[in-house]
């Protein structure tokens, strides 16, 4: 059974940092690209990050360039994103998620099969 586990979530200042965790059970996830995706509330589910599975490339929406940082531990067969800098507006439950076509590095959420079941993020003082 595919089951993605997303961890690290919690409550920090701004100008703090988390790092987020992914973990994959039940498929290979470096046969994968693997995205990150946030829902703050009233809001849409926004695509933030994302690594391919081919090269390792890594791609960013432009409100955590500079910020984010997306990586993969393949022997541990988890994915990170560490958040810099945080700000009050980066406040949202963060997923990760596999898309149905393995290479597909996009933002589109309906492209997304696999998901975790979310982690909260709190950046106040």
């Known amino acids: 059974q595919v089951q993605l586990v997303e961890s690290g979530g919690g409550l920090v200042q701004p100008g703090g940092s988390l790092r987020l965790s992914c973990a994959a059970s039940?498929?290979?996830?470096?046969?994968?690209?693997i995205g990150w995706f946030r829902q703050a509330p009233g809001k849409e589910r926004e695509g933030i990050s994302c690594?391919?599975?081919?090269?390792?490339?890594?791609y960013y929406t432009e409100s955590v360039k500079g910020r984010f940082i997306i990586s993969r531990d393949n022997a541990k067969n988890t994915v990170f994103l560490q958040m810099n800098s945080l700000k009050p507006e980066d406040t949202a439950v963060y997923y990760c998620?596999?898309?149905?076509?393995?290479?597909?590095?996009?933002?589109?959420?309906?492209?997304?099969?696999?998901w975790g079941q979310g982690t909260q993020v709190t950046v106040s003082s």
């Open positions: 998620a596999a898309p149905r076509d393995r290479y597909y590095t996009g933002s589109a959420y309906n492209w997304y099969q696999y």
């Open positions: 039940g498929f290979t996830l470096d046969r994968y690209a």
């Open positions: 690594i391919s599975s081919s090269d390792g490339s890594t």
